[in-house]
Every structure is written in C-alpha cells, then in structure tokens.
T-cell receptor, first 115, second 113 residues
Framework: AQSVSQHNHHVILSEAASLELGCNYSYGGTVNLFWYVQYPGQHLQLLLKYFSGDPLVKGIKGFEAEFIKSKFSFNLRKPSVQWSDTAEYFCAVRLSGGGADGLTFGKGTHLIIQP | DGGITQSPKYLFRKEGQNVTLSCEQNLNHDAMYWYRQDPGQGLRLIYYSQIVNDFQKGDIAEGYSVSREKKESFPLTVTSAQKNPTAFYLC????????????FGEGSRLTVL
C-alpha cells in the first residue's frame, strides 16, 4: 500500500522567512498529489494539486509545490510566509486511475509563524 | 451555498455507548468518505462509499459502521467496540473523479469519558 511521509512534524518560522515542507510518497506508479491546509478552527481546504503536466504547481495564497518523480517527492514552498500561514499542512497521494479508496495522507506538519 | 455539513461539532459520550455522527452534502457528489484525525497521526480512512447503497471498509474500520441510503447522507456510527473512540472525525466527498480531489466538512470532535 502507498504511504506518505512528511519530514517535519513541527516547524517554527519568523514572518518573511522562506518555507519548504517536505513530502515523499512510496508508490512507483502514476499518482495525483495534493497539499491540504487546516487553519485553526477551520475545515481542511485544498492548497494545490498535481494531476499531470507541468511539475511545478502553483496554488492559493502564494504557495507552490514541485513534483520530482525521480525522488518521489512533492515539497511545498512559499518564498515569504505570513503570520496567517500558521496552520497544519497535509500532503496526500492518490493512485491515478484508482479513485475508489480516497486519498492517503501524511501525518501533517504543524507550522507556526511568529510575528 | 454548496458544501458538507457535519453534526454535531462537539459530542461527549460515556464508554459503552454507540454514537452516530451526521454528514450531509449538497454538492451532488457520488463518493463520500469518513476519516479520523488524531494528533501526530494525520488522517486515516475509516469507510468510504462510491455510490448509494454501497460502502467499503477503509484502513481502520473496526468498531465503526456506516450506511448510505441517500446520495446526500453518509452517517458514521462509532460503536462500543471501538477501543479508542476519542478523536476528530472528518467527512469528505469527492468532486472531480479524474483528480480525486476531496472536499471536507468542518469535523466532529468526539470525546468519550
């Protein structure tokens, strides 16, 4: 079964710092990749997704992620974080063409931005 | 507004009692999912349903049951057989079947005393 690994469980940054959150998955076939965000007290919402095509994907709120197939990675980046980016971030994978059983999620990264 | 509504938001129960969490969607999505979220564990799939009157076990189905009698509704029952039921429960539905993107409700926090 596929698995998703997020390297950092807790990250603390100052405002305006650059962000990179790591995500690796363990499936060798074709995948769809996602980053979701959960702001305090709010529901999970989609930040960005990779389906096919350009491996550099841009999402909402200035986030982007790069799919590197050879490294089985889909790291999330933002050049300059804001206090409002404080949230929990989840990477998720779905086997392409096999949508029956939902998404497999990583354990999440809790990001705290200090003013 | 289209979306997924979960109720109740907070629920307290005594050990040994069954609890049913509601999930309703008006997005006209066929597939619906239940996940459990625990600190440091991410989201784990409990049950899913691709279509009305059909559902499948996920990775951690033991101690849970579901039904899918209507397209818009997918209730989850946490039974007394679930050994560690205190958790945050998230319901989701699948929008585009090609990409697999999920839309989530706001969750239900169950605390068993």
């Amino acid at each position: 079964a596929q698995s998703v690994s997020q390297h950092n469980h807790h990250v603390i940054l100052s405002e305006a710092a650059s962000l990179e959150l790591g995500c690796n998955y363990s499936y060798g076939g074709t995948v769809n990749l996602f980053w979701y965000v959960q702001y305090p007290g709010q529901h999970l919402q989609l930040l960005l997704k990779y389906f096919s095509g350009d491996p550099l994907v841009k999402g909402i709120k200035g986030f982007e992620a790069e799919f590197i197939k050879s490294k089985f990675s889909f790291n999330l980046r933002k050049p300059s974080v804001q206090w409002s980016d404080t949230a929990e971030y989840f990477c998720a994978v779905r086997l392409s063409g096999g949508g029956a059983d939902g998404l497999t999620f990583g354990k999440g990264t809790h990001l705290i931005i200090q003013p | 507004d289209g979306g997924i509504t979960q109720s109740p938001k907070y629920l307290f129960r005594k050990e040994g009692q069954n609890v049913t969490l509601s999930c309703e969607q008006n997005l006209n999505h066929d597939a619906m999912y239940w996940y459990r979220q625990d600190p440091g564990q991410g989201l784990r799939l409990i049950y899913y349903s691709q279509i009305v009157n059909d559902f499948q076990k996920g990775d951690i189905a033991e101690g849970y049951s579901v039904s899918r009698e209507k397209k818009e509704s997918f209730p989850l029952t946490v039974t007394s057989a679930q050994k560690n039921p205190t958790a945050f429960y998230l319901c989701a539905s699948k929008g585009d079947p090609n990409t697999g993107e999920l839309f989530f409700g706001e969750g239900s926090r169950l605390t068993v005393l």
